[in-house]
C-alpha cells in the first residue's frame, strides 16, 4: 500500500494513520515508511472511537444485529450488503454526526520519521 501511495502524493508530506495492529508496527513496515518518506502515525492504543472504521462498523451492528433474528444465513448476509449499499442514503444524517473528523489532538504521537514533522 504504501509503495502506491507514495507515486500518488511524490511531491507531497505523506502520513497515514493507523490503528495498533502488530502486523503494523513491524520492522519491514517501519522500513519501507521510511525509505518512502512516509510518516506512520499510530491511533493510541484501545481508542476504537477515534478509528472511522469501528465507529462506522458499531452502527452497522446496531442496524443488522442487535434484537434481530435471520433464518439463514443468506438473508443475514443479504441484509448486511444491502445495509452498506444503502447507508450514505438512508442513514446520512447520523452519519454526518458519527463519522465526524473532529478529533481530540494529542502532542505524544509515536512517529516513525519525526524529522518530518
Partial sequence: MLKKLRPEYSNDLVQVVLDNARYQHCKFVEQQAEQLNIDLLFLPPYSPNLNIIERLWKFS??????GKYYDTPTEFHDTIKHSFKTVDTKHIAELKKLLTLKFQHFNDIKCTNLNRL
Avoid: E, H, V
Avoid at 61 to 66: A, G, N, S
Fill in 61 to 66: 451492528k446496531r442496524q443488522i444485529l442487535i
